[in-house]
């Protein structure tokens, strides 16, 4: 199901028991969560709707306490109401935890045979919370809808292999095709009285792709450096937007930026120009963490600094290194 066959679904108050909201984009997951609050009346949602943030099972056997919380909440009757509805973000942290030694694991039956030297038959042993979720999956509360929200999954996982067998699985973080990530882009941009060019639109796909987090991530940078003007120029993109291939988050040159350490950054500056590096190839290492500075409201004139060196690093307004210092020694000032 996609998330606009899902809004219409809830919108007529037609829902099934379980649903799985999976996604890289966290906001997604989480607005796409907010439709499933219409089934109930405002006025019950404190004995009909109930939130649980699995976040919080960071072990074992917080996880097996969290389960078992969440049958008997999914088991609840709705109280003066046709509906309840369980809400469990962060899911993936009980579908799918970090492996270790207490993964989760096939679990052989016992042998139902005589006991070696008795006639009688070995009692069944009670179940684990993970296989009475399972039960719960195969036979679920139908007077309960069970949200699941949760990031990408592993499909190896045997509670994850469950859920995608019986729930509604809705994908929050994939856009189709380029015409629906330009009206989900003109959509986001409305809200800031902004537009977007066309060549923009393309120069923006083209970096990002069809992910709807990196699409986020990338508006949100361009709403803050357009701010003031009317539209977000191709120059707004080329100036902002990084190639897949830019350094990652642990570079030496960003990261002596981003603490403020002007001799860290003096001195990866001389050691990539005496290695050979040109000084555009330093510039865009510069330009790569001026564009991650935190308060993000640091970001427009830390570009507006980067643009003044390109320009006088193309027009010889000094010499290389000399302009690149002092940018970084502007850039690391508080």
Known sequence: MTPAQLKAAVSKGEASPLYLLEGADAQARHDLSQVFLTLVDEGLHAFNVESVHAADATSASVRDQ????????????????????????????????????????????L????????????????????EAFEEY?????????????AGP???????VKQVRSHAIAVDCGTIDNVDD?????????????????????????HATGLNLARIRAEIEKLVLYAAGESAITERHVRDLVLPEAEPGEGFAMGTAIWNHDVRGALSE?????????????????????????????????????????????????GT???????????????
């Open 137 to 149: 999956l195969q036979k679920p509360e139908p007077m309960t809808t069970l949200v699941l929200v």
């Open 269 to 317: 500056i001389a050691a990539q120009l005496e290695a050979g590096a040109q000084p555009p190839m330093v510039l865009g290492q510069i330009r790569a963490a001026a564009v991650r500075m935190r308060p993000e409201t640091r970001i427009r004139r830390a570009m507006d600094l980067v643009l003044q060196t390109d320009l006088a690093l193309k027009t010889s307004g």
């Open 66 to 109: 969290m389960l078992s919380s969440l049958i008997a909440s999914a088991r609840t009757l709705p109280m003066m109401a046709p509906r309840r509805v369980v809400l469990v973000y962060d899911a993936d942290r009980l579908l799918s935890p970090k492996r270790g030694r207490e993964d989760d694991t096939e679990v052989l039956p």
């Open 153 to 159: 999954l592993d499909a190896s996982r045997r509670l």
């Open 181 to 205: 990530a330009a009206v989900w882009i003109r959509n986001r941009l409305a809200a800031d009285e902004l537009t977007l060019e066309p060549r923009a639109l393309q120069r923006l796909l």
């Open 111 to 130: 042998a139902d045979g005589p006991v070696a030297g008795r006639g009688r038959k070995r009692a069944p042993a009670p179940l684990t919370p993970a």
């Open 320 to 334: 290389p290194r000399h302009l690149l210092e002092r940018l970084v020694a502007e850039l690391c000032g508080k």
